[in-house]
């Protein structure tokens, strides 16, 4: 069970607990495949620097608020609830596979490969950005019982509301194949190649709305459709 610090600041954790498992299997020349799960808790504890320094809560574009899209953990321009200083993840698998046959004797190539993974894999690596967040537009001295502005001193403020790693979006899993031929010239070999990517189309939404409302969590982009692509590679 790893864990790890992340930089020096007084009450800033970062903690990860994961179990990983990989195997692969090659009977004959012409077959091979493989398999690997990864499960995984991600725990993040900022709420010593809170304690201190509530304002990498607070938007930069406020009085004196340090938040920006550029802060570790949760990048926004929107106010955070100090509450929400530890978040952890929950426990999440990912799950990859791929598998390749060549047909003798008329040198038929075939392969595919699988993944299935809780959140797109291009989000920045945070809780708080991986999972689902909410955000309304407060304006505070009207919408709530302060009767003044929030922290940032701002009239009208972006506020998260949803809390880091309590939901997710559908996993998003994937089938691409490839089937190939080897045209042989003497020495030289010609494959000629047609890949298929995301063989099942798919349409698992990627991007939900954050903005609270009668929209909250519609999709705003799902994954690519089915997608053919013809190619060839020439070796000599």
């Given at each position: 069970m790893p864990s790890d610090s992340c930089g020096n600041s007084r009450g800033s954790r970062l903690s990860q607990s994961s179990h990983s498992h990989w195997a692969s299997a090659q009977q004959r020349p012409s077959t091979a495949s493989s398999t690997a799960s990864c499960s995984g808790n991600v725990v993040e504890d900022e709420c010593g620097v809170a304690a201190e320094h509530p304002d990498i809560y607070i938007s930069s574009l406020g009085w004196g608020g340090s938040l920006t899209f550029f802060s570790p953990f949760i990048p926004s321009l929107g106010q955070w609830p100090v509450e929400f200083c530890h978040r952890e993840s929950g426990w999440l698998t990912n799950v990859k596979g791929l598998a390749s046959y060549t047909v003798p004797k008329i040198d038929l190539l075939l392969s595919t490969a699988f993944h299935s993974v809780p959140y797109p894999g291009n989000n920045f690596p945070a809780v708080a950005s991986q999972s689902l967040g909410g955000q309304v537009l407060l304006a505070p001295q009207v919408q709530t019982t302060l009767g003044r502005p929030l922290s940032s001193g701002l009239p009208i403020e972006f506020f998260n509301i949803a809390q880091p790693g309590a939901k997710y979006g559908d996993r998003l899993s994937q089938v691409d194949l490839r089937i190939g031929k080897n045209l042989r010239h003497g020495r030289a070999i010609t494959l000629i190649s047609l890949d298929v990517f995301n063989l099942f189309n798919s349409n698992t939404p990627d991007v939900y709305q954050p903005?609270?409302?009668?929209?909250?969590?519609?999709?705003?982009?799902?994954?690519?459709?089915?997608?053919?692509?013809?190619?060839a590679q020439f070796d000599f």
């Open positions: 903005s609270y409302g009668t929209t909250y969590l519609n999709p705003l982009s799902i994954t690519v459709a089915r997608l053919f692509k013809i190619s």
